[in-house]
């Protein structure tokens, strides 16, 4: 497992934007695939978005076109820009690392989207 730590939540308005980031110590972070998740009250944690090692990235449907992810393996970082955000965006995000069967969580950062 890694550590992980995540930065970046805090409140905004409708139609605003952030940037999350996350960052892990160590020379295996290239080869991790990354990923951000989100759980809002009273639901199940859901998968925002991944970006494998070769810089794939892949997201939820209710995302496309505003969230960008993307990563930075000098800085050992991984990012997410979220674009035109939405009420139904708040949420509570959490990074994730995953490594041949492995995986790690991050503490977790609040956002909420609120007029």
């Known amino acids: 497992q890694v550590q992980l730590v995540e930065s970046g939540g805090g409140l905004v308005q409708p139609g605003e934007s952030l940037r999350l980031s996350c960052a892990t110590s160590?020379?295996?972070?290239?080869?991790?695939?990354m990923g951000w998740y989100r759980q809002a009250p009273g639901k199940q944690r859901e998968l925002v978005a991944v970006?494998?090692?070769?810089?794939?990235?892949t997201y939820v449907d209710s995302v496309k076109g505003r969230f960008t992810i993307s990563r930075d393996n000098a800085q050992n970082t991984v990012y997410l820009q979220m674009n035109s955000l939405k009420p139904e965006d708040t949420a509570v995000y959490y990074c994730?690392?995953?490594?041949?069967?492995?995986?790690?969580w991050g503490q977790g950062t609040q956002v909420t989207v609120s007029s």
């Open positions: 994730n690392a995953y490594l041949l069967g492995r995986e790690s």
């Open positions: 160590g020379s295996i972070f290239k080869f991790m695939r």
């Open positions: 970006i494998s090692n070769t810089n794939n990235a």
